[in-house]
């Protein structure tokens, strides 16, 4: 069982960081490097292999011939004096892996690519994507970095309870996401109908001008 239980926790993270990236694909277009890049790395047969392969071959080597999960008490999981090489280091791939997706998002949303520079976007658009920036931190990020935490603390501590609450309101938060995302677009629709209209009845009405 404590094979068993490291290789899900392996999966687990390895999932995360695939659908982290595949979050961050959507930010760019079909032609730009990062999309390209992302997109085979997504692809099925990819994420499948590392996801689910590599934990199963590890676990089961550890198992057969190592003491990694031999342990004197009755806990199903890895060696306690084996704790930073069999947490902290997958975690600390899940933390770099967060930098690395924060990055590329801030990238895409505070600047516009050309040729030849990078167009600084509006205050206003700023604000918004810094909205959204936070919001998929606080749905993909956080709840790792929590756990993360709480591995240096040997008895229960502030971190476990807001790993717990982070992890529980995700659905919460990736629903406050939607709401903000349908609102903008309803915004943006109205506004892009009224400019429409406006432009329709100045140019009725100029037409009347020169026909009189």
């Known amino acids: 069982m404590a094979a068993t239980s490291y290789m899900l926790f392996l999966s687990c993270i390895m999932l995360t960081i695939f659908q982290s990236l595949k979050t961050v694909e959507l930010f760019y277009s079909r032609r730009e490097i990062p999309k390209v890049i992302l997109k085979n790395f997504n692809r099925l047969w990819v994420v499948i292999t590392i996801s689910f392969g590599f934990p199963i071959v590890l676990s089961l080597f550890l198992y057969f011939f190592s003491y990694f999960f031999q342990r004197q008490d009755d806990y199903c999981w890895v060696r ?15 933390l770099a892996n967060a930098v690395l997706c924060t990055a590329l998002v801030a990238r895409k949303l ?9 167009i600084m976007l509006t205050r206003a658009h700023i604000r918004q994507r810094v909205y959204t920036l936070i919001l998929m931190q606080l749905t993909l990020g956080m709840p790792w970095i929590l756990q993360y935490l ?5 008895t229960v501590s502030a971190y476990h309870y807001l790993f717990t609450f982070a992890n529980g309101s995700q659905g919460v938060m ?6 903000f995302r349908r609102y903008r677009q309803n915004v943006t629709a109205r506004r892009h109908k009224n400019d429409t209209t406006n432009t329709k009845t100045n140019g009725t009405g100029e037409t009347n001008f ?3």
């Open 80 to 94: 306690h004096d084996i704790i930073e090489y069999a947490i902290v280091i997958p975690l600390s791939f899940l």
């Open 110 to 118: 505070f600047y516009r690519g050309t040729s030849s520079s990078r």
């Open 150 to 154: 709480t591995l240096f603390s040997p």
């Open 174 to 179: 990736l629903f406050i996401l939607w709401i």
């Open 210 to 212: 020169e026909s009189e």
